[in-house]
């Protein structure tokens, strides 16, 4: 046939290398194909072939339905790269981390048995937030729990007030790359640690709260695999959540574990050697930040959050930043609405207020694929550029 029927909607030409320039570039979702040229490298290695006998059955080896060699995978891979403690910690599956976010915020509300309205659980984030926790809590709509918005509205940060607060903390936060600490004392804190790896920030420290969830998808980049995981302290709150996995969806799908596992002894194999995927990431990801920064400090129309140099225990130096996303403001008075200018320059964000934020700023992905990256750049140095004409 011929090839240029097959190409992607935005090139053309015999072998789909011409960009076509009225194509908008899409910066909006956190998909983290910016990790497949490092499968790719490592395609007959990381491959599963499943016989179709084999994991049948309801039944795993670890309780909860859980692979005992996956657990013991995922705890190695804490221990390697010294972004958790582990060792105090019971392990839940979840189909991706976004199971695991209503199950933990169900854990940590009063129980049922005891629950009278005065005891509901008000669930916080500190904007700007991942809108997730948001939609969950009020989809969900139970009477143990209710969404209580932004911190900032709150009147008393301290949860001795009397109220029972669930405060989700982002570290690194998305969309802004900063690392955050709680800020409601007494609070039951979840951590959402999806992106406390060597590829978006440096590791200060072995992370060590009560509950921390992590997901494969932003470390290898399987989002389709759907598998995250929780690290909980406390055994009453990993019951709850086991219950509610259980009731939920009986586990996380055997197959999606053994081809998680699979992965991950290909990550760990390299770890530290040349084919280190966190130096590959890294390295991806710092570059795509260092190129766009450079472009946008010579704008005054926009600017990007500020985050500096840190020192790493992965890779024992100081480094530059390297975030999975931009978080850009519009500078101009007039230009309230910063999702808005960037889709008339052919560039799709996602506006602050998908994550309760001004509208003055917008979120660009630089996780997906290279080409998706080019695109971006490249519309936005047109952009800057004909700011200078102008002005
Ligand atoms: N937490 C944060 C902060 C995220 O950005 C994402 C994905 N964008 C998730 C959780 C959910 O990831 P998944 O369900 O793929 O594990």
């Known amino acids: 046939g011929n090839p240029t029927c097959e190409c992607n909607t935005c090139y053309a030409g015999k072998d789909c290398s011409l960009l076509l320039s009225n194509c908008a570039a899409d910066a909006n979702s956190g998909d983290p194909l910016f990790l497949e040229p490092y499968w790719r490298r490592n395609a007959a290695g990381s491959a ?3 016989a179709g006998w084999h994991r049948m059955s309801y039944e795993a080896n670890g309780d909860n339905y859980i692979s005992l060699e996956l657990e013991r995978h995922l705890r190695l891979l ?12 019971f392990i839940v599956f979840g189909a991706g981390s976004t199971q695991l976010v209503n199950a933990a915020v169900h854990a940590l509300s009063p129980d049922d048995v005891n629950f009278n309205e005065s005891s509901t659980a008000l669930v916080v984030a500190t904007a700007p937030f991942y809108r997730l926790y948001k939609q969950q809590t009020k989809f969900f709509d139970s009477r143990e729990n209710l969404w209580d918005g932004d911190t900032s509205n709150l009147d008393n940060l301290n949860a001795s007030s009397g109220a029972n607060f669930i405060e989700f903390v982002t570290s690194p936060n998305n969309p802004d790359g900063k690392l955050k600490q709680s800020v409601i004392g007494g609070s039951s804190v979840i951590y959402d640690h999806a992106y406390y790896w060597p590829h978006y920030t440096a590791i200060a420290n072995p992370a060590d709260e009560d509950i921390m969830l992590f997901t494969v998808s932003k470390i290898s980049g ?4 759907r598998f995250g995981w929780a690290l909980v302290k406390d055994r009453k709150v990993y019951k709850k959540m086991v219950q509610y996995l259980l009731l939920n969806t009986f586990g ?14 290909v990550i760990l194999a390299e770890v530290g050697r040349e084919g280190d995927i966190f130096k590959f990431s890294y390295e991806t990801l710092n570059k795509r930040w260092a190129k766009l920064s450079n472009v946008i400090s010579s704008s005054s129309r926009f600017s990007l959050q500020k985050l500096s140099p840190l020192y790493c225990t992965y890779f024992h130096k100081i480094r530059d930043p390297s975030p999975a996303y931009a978080w850009v403001k519009c500078e101009r008075l007039e230009e309230t609405d910063c999702e808005a200018v960037l889709r008339e320059a052919g560039i799709i964000s996602r506006a602050g207020e998908a994550f309760e934020a001004e509208s003055r700023y917008t979120r660009l992905s ?3 694929t290279k080409d998706d ?3 971006l750049l490249s519309k936005i140095e047109s952009l800057v550029s004909n ?5």
């Open 366 to 368: 630089l996780i997906k």
């Open 48 to 50: 599963v072939l499943v």
């Open 222 to 225: 399987h989002a389709g695999s």
């Open 78 to 89: 804490h221990y390697a790269v010294g972004n958790a403690i582990t060792r105090d910690h």
């Open 373 to 375: 990256f080019d695109q």
């Open 252 to 265: 996380v799908s055997r197959d999606t574990q053994l081809r998680i596992l699979k992965l991950l002894k």
């Open 387 to 391: 700011e200078r004409v102008s002005s």
